[in-house]
């Protein structure tokens, strides 16, 4: 059973640094495309950032470009995405999402199972 289990949220002040995890049982997690989305207070989902099923690329949207970087350990089933240099536009709820493919994509039509979301607010 696919189980995604986020992790690392929690309230930070603009400029400052958090991790997030995404544990990924249930599945060949190595064979599958990861990505992260958000979801901002009133706002839609926005596709963040992904990486293909061997790690060796990643895809960002430009709004955070430069300042994360998603990762993953494909021996612990689990994908990370470090962010720094946060911004009060970066609250929302964040949420991990498998790929039904190897290759990243940004469309999240193409993201067959979501986890239940960890909340992120940059505030001072």
């Known amino acids: 059973q696919v189980q995604l289990v986020e992790s690392g949220g929690g309230l930070a002040q603009p400029g400052g640094s958090l991790r997030l995890s995404c544990a990924a049982p249930?599945?060949?997690?190595?064979?599958?495309?990861m990505s992260w989305a958000r979801q901002a207070p009133g706002k839609g989902l926005e596709w963040v950032s992904g990486?293909?099923?061997?790690?060796?690329?990643?895809v960002y949207t430009n709004s955070v470009k430069g300042r994360f970087t998603i990762s993953r350990d494909n021996a612990k089933n689990t994908v990370y995405l470090q962010m720094n240099s946060l911004k009060p536009e970066d609250t929302a709820l964040y949420y991990c999402?498998?790929?039904?493919?190897?290759?990243?994509?940004?469309?999240?039509?193409?993201?067959?199972?979501w986890g239940q979301g960890t909340q992120v607010t940059i505030s001072s």
């Open positions: 999402a498998k790929s039904g493919i190897r290759i990243v994509t940004m469309r999240l039509n193409d993201y067959d199972y």
């Open positions: 249930g599945f060949t997690f190595s064979n599958y495309a």
């Open positions: 990486i293909n099923a061997d790690g060796s690329d990643t």
